[in-house]
Structures are given as C-alpha cells and as structure tokens.
C-alpha cells in the first residue's frame, strides 16, 4: 500500500463543491445585506418617534405612519386569532388521519398546496366576495384580517402537521399504554415536541401576512385615517409602501421609511411569537 | 451469566421488593387473564389465530418464538394497545378478572393502567425522569406534591434508579443511559400500580451488562406483579420465566403451538416442533 502514501486524494470535485456552497451561501446573504443597507440609507433619516405616531400629511409625503401602523397591527391580530387555534386543530386532526396513510388526508394536505401557492389576488377577490359583501363586513380591517387568516391557514396547518407527524410514534404509543387521554398526551408530549414547527409556521404566516398588499385593497381598503373600530377601513403598512411608490410623487423617502418599518416590525413580532412558542410549549419539554 | 450473578448480588440491597418467588404464588395457578380463541387481523391479512391460554397471577409468562410469528400483536391485544393500529381488528374473547376487555362499556385508559406495557425501544418521553413519572399520576387523579413525591421514590428504588439518579431527578430521561432508560420505563409503569405488566423484549436493545440488570428486576417483580414478556432469548425465559407459551407460523398465520410450566416445556416438550425450536434446529 506504498502509493497511498504521499499522494494526497484529487480535490478537484470537492473544491469546486465547497465554492459553490459558500457562493450560494455569500449571494443569498448578500442579497438581504444590500436590501436592507439601501433601507437604511435611503429610509433611516426619516424615521423619528414622530414619524411612527403622527397621522399622514399630503398623501403621506409629510407627516407619519401612527394610524397605518395600528391598523396593520389589527390586521394582523385579527388574522392570527382566527388562523392559529383553527390551523392548531385542523392539523391535529390531519395528522392523526396521515399516519394512516388515508387517501382522504392525502387529498386534503394536496388541496392545502394548492391553496398555498393561489395568489393573493385571488384571496383578496374571495375576501371582498365573501367577507365584504355576502356577510357585509364592507372595506374593513375584520375582512381584511379574516381574508389573511385564509391565507395563511395552509401555510401554518402544513406546518404544524409536518411537525406532529415527525414526533416519534414510541412516544404515542407510550402514553396510550400508559392510559394517558390523547388530550394529556398532545398537551404534555405531542405539542410541545412539535413547537418548532409550530412557531416557524406562525413565522411564515406572520410574514406572508405583514407582506399583503394585493388581497387587503380590496378587504381593508386604503383609508389612512385612525380606525376606530375593527369594522373601520384601515390602510395596511404593505399598503402604504404600493401607495407612496406608486401613486404619490415625491414619497419614495416616506417609502424606504415605512418599508424600514416594516421590517423591523416583522423581525419584532417574530421574536416575541417565537418567545410565546418557546415558553407555552418548548420548555415543557427536556432535552439532553 | 457471572455479571448478571454479580450486579444482580450487587443492587439487591436497593431493592425493596421481596425476595424472588419460586414457588408459592404459581402452584395453585388463578387466571387473571383468559384468552379464548383470540385471532387478530391486519386488514386482510391474518397475523394471529386461533389462540387460548390463561395468564397466571403473580406469575412470569414468556412467550417464545421466530420473529413475525404474532408473539408482539399478541401482547398489543392484551392491553387494546393494537386498537392504535389503523386496519386492525380482533377476534374471540379476552377476560381480565371478571370483565370482558372488549366491553364496550369498559374504561379503557383504566385498563391501560392496570395492564402496564414496556416496549422493546425504552420509549421515556422527552421531559425530565421526575415528570416521566409525575405526568402520568396527575393525569391519573393523583394531586398531593408529598404523595407525589413519595410514589416516585418508591418507583424508582424498587426498579434500583434511586440511587442512580435522586440528585439529579430534575435531567432530562433521555439524557439515561439505555439500560437506565428501560429501568425509567418500568418505573413509569409500576408507580400507577398496575397489576400485569406486559413486556415486548424489554432487554433486547440494551448492551449485556445492563439487560442482565433489568432481567434481575424482571425477576423481583414477579408474585407482586403477573408478568407477560416477549423474549427471544431462551435461556433468559428459561431462567425467569414459570410458565411459556411457543408459537410458531402455519400457513401464514401466527398459533400457539404449545403452552405449559417453562420446565416442562423445556424439558419435556409436548410438541416436536417446540423441542426442534429449543434445540435450535428450525430456528
């Protein structure tokens, strides 16, 4: 075995493997660095404690972001609310039926891919349809929240159900020899074994849905005035970023503004949905 | 068998259960389960036929045979575990003292926990060891933190972990080793005070050493608790084991070939194929 010895193995291939990983890696990184540098560059000056409490001026152009700001917030709330404890359940009782394989589950999680990648025009024509006209929500932040919760819904419930199918079946079985209630099992095993999917579903929800723009023109509307209940129109940050690049000369700076707002509005919430996760469910459970 | 002799002699004094029953308890034998003609179905396809046999109380009962001969769905129908099994379906009767356990009517999470079950993977839940045994009381009725308290100490040396692991109750289970893992199980068993304790295999997964541990607990519950094990190792079920059931395949379906006192069936078996079996001819 002499000629093993002082010939190092060809590197070739596995060279070129590693520069292609760091290079996606690096360009992907990079991609979200600049995004976010132009933000700061362009938006940063203007945002001030005044400009996230005061209302709108000259279509946005002058003034804040206070009223936008609550609305997206409700909107948001309304959605999650409605999303959460009915995606929870669905994709409990989803999964208990896709470990069997049933030709049933396999349809249903099909039609939530489907219903996942439907564009968000179309969930905002359904939601004027149904939530603003059939049940007479009208241009509202409930039929804007209501029309996100259907979005989101496949998102999190595929989520979440990929989660609890992936706790091992010994624990299942376990507690039910044991005499545990499937209720006690979920709460002290299956769910929180399953937080981490839960709260990247949520994650994925919350930021498809701070994202809308095209299904809330036509559920929430774009009026920009404070709303004073949750059956008042309410323009959605999403929104007003369109708006002020689109429509209003001379906004693009209250734009970056607005849209540097956003972000650091995404990245909040997650944090603290990731917390709530972390402390309801993940830490009931211990790990080595 | 000497590290089996040595760490047996070496835990006992930790052990608060009784010295090992040899006798009394099994000669004059009470069924505490009947198992009258049990078949058992996965969709189509027949796994099990055609079984009866009762289970004596306070004994050890070793089911012996190949691999896929029905020996694990046999066990998983004693406590209605195969109920979780989507396609699966039971036939005949099983009795568990005067009740059916097919009853309609019958509590089923209280037969769960009167027919305890270890499964061949120590299966601890990813919590700490005391809330491996606390949750499961609590889910049962039992609310005092000193009563508490005091049954998962008693769990835990009468498996022969206090001493392991009493100040560090609060780690995480799966942090044990195997061996201690499967310990951890059967503790999570008894402390809901079952009265049979089915065993699928429970030392096959473990290293030498720490298999030889459990099989010399296995041994110190029998008399307190009936014990039903699965076991391919036959000179394990030949060592602990007072009576034996084989089973064997025909025509594609699990059956009892022959059941009796383990030494008789050992010794003098019935059967051909059981003495082919233990002579290790066919298997």
Redesign the interface.
């Known amino acids: 075995m002499r000629e093993l010895i002082g010939k190092p193995a060809p590197d070739g291939p596995d060279l070129a493997l590693t520069i292609a990983i760091w290079g996606g890696a690096a360009l992907v990184a990079g991609s979200f660095l600049a995004l976010l540098g132009d933000l700061l560059w362009h938006g940063a000056a203007r945002v001030s404690w005044d400009f996230l409490v005061m209302a709108p001026e000259h279509a946005g152009k002058t003034g804040g972001i206070g009223p936008i700001l609550a609305s997206t917030v409700a909107i948001l709330a309304v959605a999650l609310l409605a999303a959460l404890p009915l995606g929870l359940a669905t994709a409990i009782w989803l999964s208990n039926f896709t470990r069997g394989g049933s030709l049933l589950a396999r349809q249903v999680n099909l039609s939530l891919d489907v219903l996942a990648g439907v564009p968000s025009i179309v969930f905002g024509l359904f939601g004027n349809a149904f939530f603003s006209v059939v049940l007479g929500m009208g241009f509202s932040i409930a039929a804007g929240g209501l029309t996100l919760a259907c979005m989101i819904l496949p998102i999190f419930i595929r989520s979440v159900e990929s989660g609890l199918s992936a706790v091992p079946d010994e624990w299942r079985r376990g507690a039910a020899a044991l005499g545990l209630s499937q209720a006690a099992a979920l709460r002290h095993i299956l769910l929180p074994a399953a937080a981490p999917a839960i709260s990247a579903g949520m994650m994925l929800g919350i930021g498809r849905a701070l994202a809308e723009t095209a299904a809330l023109i036509f559920t929430s509307g774009y009026v920009d005035r404070m709303p004073e209940s949750l059956l008042d129109s309410g323009r959605a940050l999403a929104v007003h970023i369109y708006d002020l690049s689109m429509n209003v000369t001379g906004g693009d700076q209250a734009a970056y503004a607005s849209a540097l707002v956003l972000i650091v509005l995404l990245l909040a919430i997650n944090s603290v949905a990731q917390t709530l996760t972390g402390r309801f469910l993940a830490r009931r459970i211990s790990q080595p | 068998m000497t590290p089996s002799l040595s760490t047996a002699s070496a835990t006992a004094d930790t052990f608060t259960l009784g010295p090992l029953q040899n006798g009394p308890a099994c000669c004059i034998p009470t069924p505490i389960l009947s198992i009258e003609n049990l078949s058992l179905h996965y969709g189509d396809k027949p796994a099990l036929a055609e079984v009866s046999l009762d289970i004596y109380r306070g004994c050890i009962t070793a089911l012996i045979g190949p691999s896929g001969c029905g020996k694990t769905s046999f066990l998983s129908a004693l406590?209605r575990?195969s109920d979780?099994i989507?396609g699966c379906r039971v036939g005949g009767r099983i009795r568990f003292g005067d009740a059916d356990i097919h009853d309609p009517a019958i509590d089923?999470?209280?037969?769960?926990?009167k027919i305890?079950?270890i499964?061949q993977?120590p299966?601890p839940?990813?919590?700490?060891i005391r809330?491996n045994l606390e949750?499961?009381l609590r889910?049962?009725g039992v609310d005092r933190q000193d009563e508490l308290d005091e049954k998962i100490r008693q769990a835990l040396t009468d498996v022969g972990l206090w001493d392991e692991v009493h100040d560090r109750l609060?780690?995480?289970?799966?942090?044990l080793s195997g061996g201690q893992q499967q310990r951890l199980?059967i503790a999570?068993?008894i402390v809901?005070e079952p009265e049979v304790l089915l065993m699928d295999e429970p030392c096959s997964a473990l290293d030498p050493l720490s298999s030889a541990v459990v099989e010399a607990l296995i041994q110190r519950l029998r008399g307190r608790y009936t014990v039903v094990i699965v076991t391919h190792n036959l000179a394990q079920a030949r060592r602990i084991a007072n009576y034996a059931a084989f089973f064997w395949m025909r025509e594609k379906v699990g059956k009892l070939v022959e059941f009796g006192r383990c030494q008789q069936l050992f010794d003098m078996p019935r059967d051909d194929l059981t003495a082919a079996y233990i002579a290790g001819i066919s298997g």
């Open positions: 406590n575990l979780l989507p089923l999470q209280g037969l769960r926990r305890g079950m499964f993977k299966n839940f990813p919590l700490s809330r949750m499961p889910e049962h609060d780690a995480p289970a799966l942090g199980c999570r068993a809901l």
